[in-house]
Structure formats: structure tokens, C-alpha cells
């Protein structure tokens, strides 16, 4: 049975479109909606309800849409709770019910609506307590079966997502009469516009309603507009596009459905763009939403708001019954009894509360009878059939009907004016909660503030952006507004709603009615956020767009109170469901940040390095060669490499700091706790810098490269807090220091050359004239340097192995050809690449800390460097750091820590216990931090915080990694494993 | 949020690195320990006008003084830090 009206609507006929709803075959036109192109084709039940699983049809045409709720497309685009009257129609569009098993016409659990009693208000709280082990093995298992939406597509989301962001002087929410007469007040202005439109049409009610605007239809007057604004430069049009956040200082949120309506993006497009818009001034001309009526199963699938009868026929030329009662307490609603009969139908009666209204309405009823007095019940099985009417005498009418159109008046549409915590303000004699305390660059024009009529949306949105543009110092041209008829907009809101059997819905989406508020009330939530909790009204995809009006003014008559006095529950964004995917935009996955390339990333994958995180660089991890399958055997020979030839690795990582001026001395002394007043040219000094509090920040070398230049390392971890924290010393505490000093982490390549053959190894690249002699270029030395190219650089005499090692800097587009040449003249040497791996073996075996140590819990005396802290300065953390809290024996001290037997393994994080007592909490002495396989001893070897520690060398203790079931018996030792004397690196 | 950056003129609040009360002022190295216990570890927390230190770190790294009113977002003023004493 076809409901399509045979002529117009904004749809275009000759594009018929093909669609499948659970699985049978529909068509529709482009234009339609989904909800639209389901009417026409005669469906009715679209959907089954959250609780109760009751058959629910469409009740709005628009995204505050409670009912029809379906999952549309498939496979990893499967997307739940979309709601079928925003779902453009597209060719080939899938969608399927939710909520139902096994079918949408017979589904088996709609017997929960027999066990009502039990799944009231607050019944997970209260039914199923007992015994508390069946919660989530069997009640929760069993709630989530029968109470739900839509399920998720468990498929990474093949689409991609984009994010943008736009300035404008006006920015324009909304496009109805109101929003369209704010924007072009601006653009004609020669304001920088954004008009956003949540609809793919722009036109608002102009798109539903029959209205006259001047000499024709509201629609052409909207064509006219729009082009004219399409035209004016500095206007950007933005259909699809729903603004659903307000942020402090005039920023706006808003969701662009770009290819939303079709059925996959085309190549190099995102489904959906997230705008973040800046805006001096906002107009919110959002309109204003329906409300239904609360009577005996006002949830049957043929009861619809009042306006979604007239969208429907209006826009999309469909005839959503043939037999229809018009239930309202308002005179606007009338337009829809006019609406139907164009379109065909019978008007069975007019059902209107207010005696009042009983002259007026007369000619709108003409043949129909025209009854004061309520609905009280719906009546059918899964569609509507009919409604029993109470006469204001009393008498009791049964009327036959298919299509019930209802209106409980307009609440405006004001969330976006409450984001920022502000609370509406209830106007008892309009009836309506209108935007409050409202920030000086949002303004509200049209339905959104109240302003019901078009004349008014019009003249309004007028006034509301000139008084935009005056504040803003941009003069306002002048705009006529089009003559707008008059319009009956008489309303005398009917709260209460009938007693009298079947249930009385008030949030159609979550089953909530008014029996369940009333026990919230009777419970002791009756206010209306605790109401809101208790009973879930206005949770869920639709927030309460239709039900919260009706629930607080329930609430209001079982408490006594006004409906302000009950007050809204808290507006939060977003305005309509995000999907996640426009949230992160491209930070997903592998790009969820950038990562950094080290200089040398190209050739060492080509050398075949396994690469590691590590903060957002991608480091060479091993460099495992033929058949080394395990991470292991190429660590060793990385090491083994290293302490017995010559190894390369990339530590531009590092952060590099460099720092020129008078006072650099003056600002270094104070930035680290050790001295540097000593600290000759062209040497580099291993420095310690505490955070105020006395503990350990960072650590890394400093070299002094002339009288006033500085060049400093820090941790790779902490460089950009170290640099941070500079910046705050200079800036904030000491701004009379003469020091200028920037991060140069990004314009240097540093490699590492260590080992015995190091020095050799350097020759063979540096210009004929450097000396690398040990009196030429001692253990921490630092100078510049020529390359036999003549390529300029810096180079270090610095170990972390421990070894004979420098290393070498270049400016950063150098990096890979020095790598290269270093690889190339090292060959004979039998040089090797290692990566952090072979780094942290290492230093490991030479006992320096790095960041498992520094955790920023530890002091510099916990961690083996109080001599470090110097006594004849101010420094950062030079007070709190003498604190003896910071040094106390029976805190943690750093040890090293041997198998006793020296085949086991040790486990980083394994706590230390006495060897005799029981393993619990009270008798933990400290923990392993890090742990290595030392090639050079032969076995495994570790770092670790041990209370006393420093005193217990020679101790045997247990390491208990309670996570790994593993227990190991253990030595403390000193923390060097290697050359304790450092013999070899200043060699 | 905005913040007006007197180098570079209005942000979004995502630029910067919010460090709290701008109040405390570095005891001398002379000042006893309670002064710099003090220091580090106290800060009011006071709902209403505000100053604090806020870092542009994706900008020009200006450390910036930011009067805010902690109950409305309203910032009253912005200025550098360098010279605030």
C-alpha cells in the first residue's frame, strides 16, 4: 500500500532510489528520508522499545527522533542507533530494527512488558540483589539480552575522519526564518558568515509547513536567500553540518556529515568533518521541538507529533494515514488538520482540552467533529487503530483512526545556550523554558527564544544580528524582512495526563512513564536530576529532546512544585550522538600522534633494525642479521662488538639544548645541583638537576664549547619538560639573567661511536688537522670539528658504555650521508650498529641511571650522586633536596644485584624479601628496576632501589616477581659491573 | 578557551601548558626552610578571579601571567610573566 501523495514534495520522482529494510526490498526517492521513504511504502513499526520491547513506529521528523532507531549499512560500517528520520536516503542503503528477536513482528521478549512490575523505576537497583555472584554471571548477561540498542560493528571503522577549523564575525546556527535573516543581515553587511544547517536543505520550518512569504511560498523565498548568501563572499554555507558543543570565548563544536548520505565516500574524502569554529558572536536559531502528549499507550506505532504529519506531507509527499484525529492544546497545530486534508485524508476529529478554543477551532473543523475534552487511551496492537476520547462531560467517545497527530505546544531548542552551566529560566505565562544568563557574544533569534511566529522568527533574526554587528564595529545594511501571514498561536498547555488503563509513556526511548516517576517520587527521587538517574529519563541517543518537558512537569505535579521549580536537568554536549571516529579525526592508530624520524632512520632500515617507541621517536631497538630470530643473540653481539671493536648508534634523541649570554654560567649553576665554575672550553661535565622539591628530574652532560655558548643534553624522555622548566626559570624567576638558549634537538645529528676502535674509526672522517690524541682530546672533551669533506660539526668525548667512545654531531640533514660514511669507513674495523637495547646493557653493567631510576620519586642520594649536590650555591631544589627525609637509610638506595645462581634469570619490578621471612607486604625492602644479560660477565645483572642498600653489599636476599611466579636468590652488589675504575673510557 | 597571547594574539587554550597559582615567589636562598616548603607545596585554590601561569608551548613559548575567574572561564587579563614581580 503506497502512502506517496502522486504530486509534490522536495523530492525529485525521476531519481527513484532502491533500499532494504531487514532484509525486504524498498523503494524511495531522492530527497526522502529513510523514516519517509518507510511511510510511504506503508511500514509502520520500525522499531521495538528499549524495555519493554513494545512496537514503536516513527513519531518526529527530525533528529529528536525516540522510536526509530535502526543499524544501518553493514560490516564494518554497521552503525547502531541511527535515527531513521535524519538517514538521507541513498541507492542501495541497508538497514536493519533493532531490539527485536527473533523478528520485528513477533518478537518473544515483548513478554517483559508482562513482567512490568518488576522492571520499574530503579529495578536493576532493587530486583535483582540477591545472591550478589549471580549479578554478573547471570542477571547482567540476561538484562543486557533484553534491555538494549543497537550492536556495534566490532570492525576497525574503514572510514576516515577529518578536523577543521573556521574564524568567523557571525556565526549562524540554524536556518529556519530567524537564522536565515541573521545571516543575511551579515553578509550583506560584508561580515565573515557561517550558516550551519543540521538538515541537508536549508529552510528549517519553511522546508515543512505551507507558509507565504511576500508574494509566494516560504520554500522559493528560502531558494532566494540561499543564493544570494551562496554568492556573497565571505559566507560559508554548511548543510549537514549540526553544531553540538558551545565552549568558552566563542568556540563551537560542530559534526559535518559529508558523505553520510551516500554509501561509502568516494576516494580521498572523510565520511565526517569536525569543525571546531571560532565565532565572535553566535545567533542561535536552533527552532524549537514538539511535545507529545502523555495518555494510555501514547507509544503506538501511528502516533506522531503534529509537525511530523505535516513534514511528512509537506516535504516528502507522503500521507502518513488515512484516517486521522488531531489531539492538541495549541491553535498552531491546526495548519497540520489543513495539511491532511490536501493530502487526502479524513479528519475522523479534532481533539482539543481548552473549552476556549471550541469558536475558534470550529473553522478549522468544518465537517469533522470537534470534541473538548482528552485522549485517554490508544488503542490497537502493533499499529494503531483507534482512541477513546473523555468529553469534558465525562462521556466516553471511541474514535476509529490510523494516524493520531498530537501537539503539546514548543519548547525552544536552547542547549546550546546551556553548555557553559547556565540554567534556563521557566516563563510561566509562555509556558516554555527560555535561554538565561546567556554570555554577551551568544544570542538566541526566533523559536529558540520563544518567538513562535514566522513574523516574529523573521524580524527577530533582523534585529539580533544587527545588534550582533553594531558590537562588533561593523555596520549593519538594512534587510527587509517578506510579509508574513498570520498565524493562530493561541496554547494552553494540558500537563496532566488522564488516568485510566495502558501505559503512559513520557520518554519513549528509555520506557519511561508517568507510573515510574511517580514511585521515583515516592522513593525519594523526585527531583528531577535524581528522577532523571533513578529512572533513566532523558538518558540515551535522543537526551530527552521529546520526553524532558512532560517528565518535569510530572514531576512538578506529584511534588507540588512549579515546573520551575523543579528546573531542568544539566544540558551537556553534545547536542545530537558523535560518532567517536569525528572525535579523533586522523589520530588514530600508527598517526594517533606524529612520530619522530631519527637522522639515521633510513639507513638503519635498511641495515634491517627492529624499531622501538620510545615517546614519540622510533628508535633502532637490535639489529638482528641472518638468522637471529630471537632479540637476544644480536643484543649480545652488539655489545660484545662495541666492548671489544667499535659500534654506531643514534642518540639524537637526546634533547639539545643550546645557551649563549653573559649569565649562562650564572643560569647553569642555578638549573643543575652540581658546580660548573670549573668547567673549562671545550670540556663537558655530566650534570644532575633537581625539581624544587629536592628530588631527581633529569640528568645529561653539559658542554662549554666558548666563554658565554653552552650546548646541554637532557633525558630523551624529559626534553621537552627540561626545556619547559628552563623556560619558566629564565621567564618567570630569574628574567634579569642575560641568557638566551633554544632547543635545538631537531638541527643536530648525534651519533654514538664507541668502543676500543672508536678513536680510529674517527680519524678516517675528520679533516687530517684534528688531533685526536688523548692529551689532544681528552675523556670529555668537547670542540668543533671539520670532516674531511669539510662538513662542520661538534664532537664529544663521552661514554654511556663505558668504552673508548666520542660522539659526533652534525647538523641534522647530514645525519644519514655521516652514518653512512662512518658505516663505510669502519668496515675493515668490523664496526657494528647497535641499537637502545645494546645502550641499556651497558649502561646497566656500568650502573648509570636512566629512567626506571629516575622516576621523579628518587633523590639524588637515594640514586648514589649526593656528592653531586653542591653546598656553595643556590640552585633549583637546593633547600627541600638537604631535607633528611631525602636522605634516610631507611628509604631505598641504588644497588646491583647478581644471581647467586648465575644461570637464572632476573625480573625487572621483582621485589626484594630476606631470604627467611614470609613473602608479604611488610617485610618488601625495595624492587628491581632494571635488568640486563651482561655478555661480558656471562649472566644476567641488575639495577635496583634497596632500603640501606649502599650498607648491604655482599647480601643475599630474594627477588620475588610476584606477577611472573618467579623468585630468584640474589646478591647485592656495587652498581658497576664493568671497569669500576673507568680505565677504559679514558683510554 | 581563548587566550589573548600578548605575542601572539588569541589562541585556543590547547596551545598552552597550564601551570596554577602564579603567586609564589621564589624565597631567597637565605629564607628558612619553612619558606620553601611553602613555596612548592602550598597554592590557593579560590573560586572566583585567579592568576596563573600558563606556558605557550605551541607558540612563542612565552610564559604568560592569565587572570581567570575559575567559576566563569572569563579571563580579565594576559600578560608576560617576565617582569610580573
Redesign the interface.
Known amino acids: 500500500m503506497s502512502a506517496r501523495l502522486p504530486s509534490g514534495g522536495l523530492i525529485d520522482r525521476t531519481r527513484t532510489l532502491r533500499f532494504s529494510f531487514d532484509g525486504r526490498r524498498h523503494e524511495g526517492f531522492a530527497g526522502d528520508t529513510l523514516a519517509a521513504a518507510l511511510l510511504a511504502d506503508g511500514v509502520r513499526l520500525v522499531g521495538r522499545s528499549f524495555k519493554y520491547h513494545r512496537p514503536r513506529g516513527v513519531l518526529t521528523a527530525g533528529p529528536e527522533e525516540p522510536n526509530a532507531l535502526v543499524e544501518l549499512r553493514s560490516g564494518a560500517r554497521r552503525e547502531p542507533n541511527t535515527r531513521a528520520t535524519v538517514v538521507e536516503l541513498y541507492d542501495g542503503l541497508e538497514a536493519q530494527s533493532q531490539n527485536r528477536w527473533p523478528s520485528l513482528r513477533f518478537d518473544l521478549l515483548a513478554l517483559n512488558g508482562l513482567f512490568s512490575p518488576l522492571l520499574g523505576a530503579g529495578f536493576y537497583y532493587k530486583t535483582f540483589m540477591w545472591p550478589s555472584a549471580f549479578w554478573e554471571k547471570v542477571y547482567e548477561p540476561l538484562i543486557r539480552r533484553a534491555a538494549g540498542l543497537g550492536s556495534l560493528s566490532t570492525a576497525p571503522d574503514p572510514d576516515h575522519y577529518e578536523k577543521a577549523t573556521a574564524f568567523c564575525d557571525l556565526l549562524v546556527v540554524g536556518s529556519g526564518p530567524a537564522g536565515l535573516m541573521a545571516a543575511l543581515v551579515a553578509a550583506r553587511s560584508g561580515a565573515r558568515v557561517i550558516l550551519a544547517e543540521q538538515d541537508c536543505l536549508f529552510g528549517g520550518r519553511c522546508l515543512s509547513e505551507r507558509i507565504v512569504l511576500g508574494d509566494g511560498s516560504a520554500h522559493r523565498w528560502v531558494q532566494s536567500v540561499v543564493a544570494e548568501l551562496a554568492a556573497t563572499p565571505g559566507v560559508r554555507l554548511l548543510p549537514r553540518t549540526t553544531v553540538v558543543g558551545t565552549?568558552?570565548?566563542?568556540?563551537y563544536t560542530a559534526v559535518e556529515r559529508v558523505n553520510d548520505h551516500v554509501a561509502a565516500p568516494p576516494p580521498f574524502e572523510p565520511r565526517q568533518r569536525l569543525w571546531?569554529i571560532?565565532a565572535k558572536r553566535a545567533v542561535l536559531a536552533a527552532g524549537a521541538l514538539e511535545r507529545p502528549l502523555v495518555f494510555g499507550d501514547n507509544d503506538l506505532p501511528g502516533v506522531m507529533l503534529a509537525s511530523a504529519v505535516s513534514t511528512y506531507i509537506n516535504r516528502y509527499a507522503v500521507r502518513p494515514g488515512e484516517r486521522a484525529v488531531l489531539y492538541a492544546d495549541n491553535d498552531h497545530a491546526w495548519a497540520t488538520v489543513a495539511d491532511l486534508r490536501a493530502a487526502g485524508a479524513e479528519i475522523v476529529a479534532i481533539v482539543d482540552p481548552r473549552p476556549d478554543a471550541r469558536a475558534r477551532a470550529a473553522v478549522v473543523a468544518r465537517d469533522a467533529p470537534l470534541l473538548t475534552g482528552v485522549v485517554r487511551r490508544a488503542l490497537g496492537g502493533r499499529s494503531l487503530q483507534g482512541v477513546e476520547v473523555v468529553g469534558a462531560d465525562g462521556h466516553v467517545h471511541r474514535l476509529d483512526c490510523d494516524l493520531l497527530a498530537m501537539s503539546g505546544g514548543w519548547a525552544p531548542t536552547l542547549h546550546l545556550t546551556s553548555h557553559l552551566g547556565a540554567k534556563p529560566r521557566w516563563d510561566a505565562e509562555r509556558s516554555m523554558f527560555l535561554p538565561e544568563q546567556l554570555p554577551p557574544w551568544l544570542l538566541v533569534a526566533g523559536a529558540a527564544g520563544g518567538e513562535l511566529t514566522t513574523a516574529a522568527a523573521l524580524s527577530t533574526g533582523i534585529r539580533i544580528a544587527e545588534g550582533s554587528l553594531q558590537s562588533l564595529g561593523i555596520a549593519p545594511r538594512g534587510v527587509t524582512p517578506p510579509v508574513a501571514g498570520e498565524e493562530a498561536d493561541a496554547w494552553t498547555p494540558l500537563w496532566r495526563a488522564p488516568s485510566g488503563r495502558g501505559k503512559r509513556f513520557i520518554d519513549f526511548q528509555n520506557d519511561v512513564t508517568t507510573a515510574d516517576l511517580e514511585l521515583a517520587h515516592r522513593e525519594g527521587f523526585g527531583a528531577s536530576e535524581h528522577a532523571k538517574r533513578y529512572t533513566t529519563l532523558g538518558m540515551a541517543t535522543d537526551q530527552g529532546k521529546t520526553s524532558a518537558l512532560n517528565g518535569l512537569a510530572t514531576l512538578a505535579a506529584f511534588t507540588g512544585k512549579s515546573i520551575g521549580e523543579v528546573g531542568t536537568t544539566t544540558y551537556r554536549p553534545p547536542y545530537t550522538p558523535v560518532a567517536i571516529g569525528a572525535l579523533a579525526g586522523h589520530h588514530r592508530g600508527p598517526d594517533f600522534r606524529p612520530t619522530r624520524l631519527t637522522p639515521s632512520h633510513e639507513w638503519a632500515r635498511e641495515q634491517g633494525a627492529v624499531f622501538i617507541e620510545s615517546g614519540a621517536w622510533l628508535r633502532a631497538q637490535y639489529f638482528p642479521r641472518a638468522g637471529e630470530t630471537d632479540w637476544l643473540p644480536p643484543v649480545i653481539r652488539e655489545v660484545q662488538a662495541v666492548r671489544s671493536t667499535v659500534g654506531l648508534c643514534d642518540v639524537s634523541t637526546l634533547g639539545k639544548i643550546e645557551l649563549k649570554g653573559p649569565d649562562a654560567l650564572r643560569f647553569i649553576e642555578r638549573l643543575y645541583a652540581n658546580g660548573w665554575q670549573t668547567l673549562a672550553v671545550g670540556r663537558a661535565r655530566y650534570g644532575v638537576m633537581l625539581r624544587?622539591?629536592g628530588r631527581v628530574m633529569d640528568d645529561g652532560t653539559v658542554a662549554r664549547l666558548g666563554e658565554q655558548h653552552w650546548f646541554m643534553t637532557t633525558t630523551t624522555a624529559n626534553a621537552?619538560a627540561v626545556y619547559?622548566h628552563m623556560?619558566?626559570c629564565h621567564?618567570?624567576?630569574w628574567?634579569e639573567l642575560d641568557v638566551q638558549f633554544t632547543s635545538v634537538t631537531e638541527q643536530w645529528a648525534q651519533f654514538a661511536v664507541a668502543g676500543p676502535r672508536s678513536r680510529e674509526l674517527l680519524r678516517r672522517i675528520l679533516a687530517s688537522g684534528e688531533d685526536l690524541s688523548n692529551d689532544a682530546f681528552p675523556y670529555m672533551a668537547a670542540q668543533a670539528v671539520t670532516l674531511t669533506d669539510g662538513l662542520r660539526g661538534r664532537l664529544f668525548r663521552l661514554s654511556f658504555s663505558g668504552e673508548l667512545a666520542y660522539e659526533i654531531a652534525v647538523p641534522a640533514r647530514h645525519g644519514d650521508a655521516v652514518i653512512r660514511r662512518l658505516a663505510a669507513a669502519g668496515e675493515d674495523l668490523g664496526v657494528v650498529p647497535y641499537g637502545i637495547e645494546a645502550l641499556g646493557v651497558m649502561r646497566i653493567e656500568k650502573g648509570h641511571v636512566a629512567g626506571n631510576e629516575l622516576t621523579g620519586r628518587t633523590s639524588a642520594q637515594q640514586l648514589g650522586l649526593g656528592r653531586m649536590l653542591s653546598t656553595q650555591k643556590?640552585y633549583i631544589g637546593?633547600?627541600?633536596a638537604r631535607?633528611p627525609a631525602l636522605d634516610d637509610p631507611a628509604d631505598t638506595q641504588l644497588v646491583g644485584v647478581r644471581p647467586v645462581d648465575v644461570k637464572t634469570r632476573l625480573m625487572s619490578g621483582a621485589h626484594f624479601l630476606p631470604l627467611a621471612a614470609p613473602t608479604t607486604f611488610e617485610h618488601e625492602q625495595g624492587y628491581v628496576t632494571s635488568v640486563a644479560y651482561s655478555p661480558s660477565l656471562g649472566h644476567w645483572i641488575a639495577l635496583g632501589l634497596l632500603k640501606n642498600g649502599r650498607h648491604r653489599h655482599g647480601e643475599r636476599l630474594r627477588a620475588v616477581d610476584l606477577l611472573r611466579s618467579q623468585e630468584t636468590e640474589v646478591e647485592i652488589c656495587e652498581p658497576v659491573f664493568i671497569d669500576p675504575q673507568g680505565a677504559r673510557l679514558r683510554g | 578557551m581563548r587566550i589573548h597571547c600578548p605575542h601572539c594574539g588569541p589562541r585556543g587554550h590547547d596551545e598552552f601548558v597550564h601551570h596554577g597559582d602564579a603567586a609564589p615567589r621564589r624565597p631567597q636562598a637565605d629564607a628558612p626552610d619553612a619558606a620553601f616548603h611553602d613555596y612548592v607545596y602550598l597554592r590557593d585554590n579560590p573560586a572566583g578571579p585567579y592568576r596563573e601561569l600558563w606556558f605557550h608551548a605551541a607558540g612563542c613559548h612565552s610564559w604568560l601571567v592569565v587572570e581567570r575567574d575559575t567559576r566563569t572561564h572569563e579571563i580579565r587579563s594576559v600578560t608576560f610573566a617576565r617582569g610580573d614581580a
Do not use: I, S
Not at chain 1, 565552549?247 to 568556540?251: C, E, F, Q, R, W
Open positions: 565552549y568558552d570565548h566563542g568556540a571546531r571560532v624544587e622539591d621537552v619547559q623556560q619558566h621567564q618567570v624567576l628574567p643556590d637546593a633547600r627541600l631535607l
